[in-house]
């Protein structure tokens, strides 16, 4: 069946540094992706998308990258900053009007 | 801009009581959604509307029933509660009319069974 999962449940990294949250997709159907990041007590907001047809895609920081022949999909967060922890979740719709979500990955920024 | 508004932000009820969770979005959004989220996990798809007059099942449509009431208004139906729908129910829009597009989300409604 369909399924989006992580690899890292938590990812703990120095403020300043790189992050880096990977995410693996099993219908390769899947024609477009989307990470989003919920705040706590929060609903999730849209960060970055990319379609099937590009590997590679950026934003303000951040960068996500799909590889289709292995399924895995990447947000990649350049300088984290302590505002940027939270959970992220990728998302990958396959036609029609449903979104699969991945369990989410919650990033905690040290100071 | 509101965006996507979702009340009541908390209920707690108890098994065999029913309740409605409203939502509306001011985006002029043609397709809505409802999910659910459970502690450590991702969002599953309750119902969705592609637009307005259509309803169609997610993942997990059972013990739920939806109503799209006009392009901004789509509420969610707990006919009898179950402790097993405590959980944290967003609402979402997204304007498919433009193809894939990202959704927006509500900030949640807590509701606790018990």
């Known amino acids: 069946g369909e399924s989006v999962g992580l690899h890292l449940p938590t990812l703990s990294v120095q403020e300043g540094d790189n992050s880096i949250i990977n995410c693996a997709y099993s219908?390769?159907?899947?024609?477009?992706f989307i990470w989003y990041k919920q705040e706590s007590g929060k609903g999730p907001q849209f960060i970055i998308d990319?379609?099937?047809?590009?590997d590679k895609r950026q934003g303000q920081r951040v960068t996500v990258l799909l590889n289709k022949t292995v399924k895995h999909l990447s947000l990649q967060i350049a300088a984290t900053q302590p505002g940027d922890s939270a959970v992220y979740f990728c998302?990958?719709?396959?036609?029609?009007?449903?979104?699969?979500f991945g369990a989410g990955t919650r990033l905690f920024v040290k100071a | 801009n509101a965006g996507v508004t979702q009340t009541p932000k908390f209920q707690v009820l108890k098994t065999g009581q029913s309740m409605t969770l409203q939502c509306a979005q001011d985006?002029?959004?043609?397709?809505m959604y409802w999910y659910r989220q459970d502690p450590g996990m991702g969002l599953r798809l309750i119902y969705y509307?592609?637009?307005?007059?259509?309803?169609d099942k997610g993942e997990v449509p059972n013990g739920y029933n939806v109503s799209r009431l006009n392009k901004r208004e789509f509420s969610l139906r707990l006919e009898s509660a179950a402790p097993s729908q405590t959980s944290v129910y967003f609402c979402?829009?997204?304007?498919?009319?433009?193809?894939?597009?990202?959704?927006?989300f509500g900030q949640g409604t807590r509701l606790t069974v018990v």
């Open positions: 985006m002029n959004h043609n397709s």
């Open positions: 979402a829009s997204s304007d498919s009319s433009r193809g894939n597009t990202e959704a927006f």
């Open positions: 990319i379609r099937s047809n590009m």
């Open positions: 509307s592609a637009s307005e007059g259509t309803t």
């Open positions: 219908n390769s159907a899947s024609d477009y």
């Open positions: 998302a990958q719709r396959a036609g029609g009007f449903k979104t699969i």
